[in-house]
């Protein structure tokens, strides 16, 4: 699978099997997200990799769409000191991430976490770093259902402006 392959048939997951990721697939899909850009270079983010159930299910508890992310083979979290919250840069990891993720054959799916006492509590976070946002990761079920927000793209001539706007 060509990176443009992967980028434009990675589809958002949130069903997946009880198959674990081996380590040797998860170290790829880390370095991935190890490797992303990151702003001044200072790479602030860490990492936060669950594969504890009881921890996952902590989770699940601190966003108000997550009740199914407990059933993920692990959940990866981007945590950042509050002082410099780097979003963009969490957004370039994440996606590098579900992109490695797709090409290794592992769903993914990206969650907000709205509820920070919550993940502070379920982690062990300190009160200066904030974790927003995770994805989840694991293998899908092979009769994984559409999702019910599932729509045509808009088209690329509706997406693009040139230049300006025009009114």
Request: net charge negative; charged share 20%; hydrophobic share 40%.
């Amino acid at each position: 699978m060509t990176p443009y392959e992967s980028i434009i048939s990675k589809r958002d997951l949130r069903v997946y099997t009880d198959q674990p990721i081996p380590d040797d697939v998860m170290h790829r899909i880390l370095q991935a997200g190890r490797m992303a850009g990151s702003a001044k270079n200072l790479e602030v983010n860490r990492l936060v990799v669950v594969t504890e159930q009881a921890v996952q299910d902590a989770l699940v508890e601190a966003g108000d769409f997550s009740s199914w992310i407990g059933s993920s083979a692990a959940i990866i979290g981007f945590a950042s000191p509050t002082a410099e919250l780097r979003a963009f840069d969490v957004g370039r990891q994440a996606q590098n991430m579900m992109i490695a993720a797709h090409a290794e054959g592992v769903g993914s799916c990206p969650v907000t976490l709205q509820h920070a006492d919550k993940t502070r509590a379920a982690i062990g976070l300190p009160d200066d770093w904030d974790m927003g946002m995770v994805i989840t990761l694991g293998y899908p079920v092979e009769d994984h259902p559409d999702s019910p927000l599932k729509r045509t793209r808009v088209a690329l001539d509706d997406l693009i402006i040139h230049n300006r706007w025009q009114g």
